[in-house]
């Protein structure tokens, strides 16, 4: 499509679906017309709910059976061994006395799959960053039978409280919380084994769990979620165990806040390199997006996307940094 028909075509989307225009000529410059539709149409149905099972507190089949007697109805999901989809039907996920006691956590496909594709062993030293409300964090933990340690580092005063509630009735025992910016860790001193970065961002991909998003985030709100983002992969980077490994993700589809993120992270740190994720979910991430060639190795990571998968839009990227530093 021309320029002048992705904006008269994007002026129609926009208007029926609810969208800012920019957002749509996006999406028609990125996908094309056929998938951008199928997109736009996926936004409007709900994500089924989903929970991780806490087996540092119970085991799966006491959790399914007990919830089972509640008529929750559960399907497996194939790469998340203790990851379900699950129809609570008419009754709260988060108000059942299961849930109160940590046996199982409210949690998003691709929130569960960052975890996994982190693979944190036990004894090592992993540190989450933007960590509240704790998804990641305790399972990070639970992964660890907890043992080691999982630095939480998390900046907003009020998303605090909920990080600390879920650690504790999740029964995390190897966390330590701070608080502070993340684009300050110099300061910890030391060098951990893996590093989640679950980076704050513009969040377009949640737009099926919050339709306000649709409209809520310019494009200058996306540039300025992207400047953030490369400082806190550099400072993440920076501070990295040689041999180490870092996954990087986000709740945007935008590409500038993923794969121009991570490529020019590796324009910066020739130490550092994207490896495939030995799981199988999503499709590649993008190597040309817009037109634009970035690294090949780009096609190493993983998205989710609602029209594909039935989850809210997702990018996940695992990085190593290669033993010896590159001068």
Known sequence: ?????????????????????YMIERYLALWGEDETLKYLQACELPIRPSIRINTLKTT???????????????????????GFYADFNDSSPGALLEHMLGFYYVQ??????????????PGEIILDLAAAPGGKT?????MM???????????????????????????????LILRGDARKLDYLGFE?????????????????????RKTSKTMADVRYCATREDELLDAAVNVLADGG??????????????????????NRYPELEVVEIPIDFGIPGYSEPFGVRLNESLKHSRRFLPHLHGTEGFFICKMVKKEGKVE
């Not at 959790?63 to 929750?72: D, G, P």
């Open 145 to 175: 039978q907890n043992t080691g340690m999982v630095i939480a580092i998390e900046q907003d005063r009020l998303r605090m409280a909920s990080l600390k509630s879920n650690i504790i009735r999740c029964g995390v025992t190897n966390s």
């Open 60 to 82: 799966n089949d006491e959790v399914l059976s007990r919830l089972r007697s509640k008529s929750v109805v559960f399907e497996e999901i194939p790469w998340l061994e203790n």
């Open 245 to 266: 490994t870092i996954v990087y993700t986000t709740c945007s589809i935008a590409p500038e806040e993923n794969e121009y993120i991570v490529d020019e992270i590796l």
């Open 1 to 21: 499509m021309s320029t002048k028909e992705i904006r008269s075509r994007a002026k129609e989307l926009a208007k029926k679906y609810e969208y800012l225009q």
């Open 108 to 121: 998003g496909v691709p929130s569960m799959t960052a975890a996994r594709v982190l693979d944190p062993q």
């Open 192 to 212: 951990p084994d893996r590093i989640l970065l679950d980076a704050p961002c513009s969040g377009e991909g949640l737009i099926p769990l919050y339709p306000t």
């Open 138 to 142: 305790t399972h990070i933990g639970q």
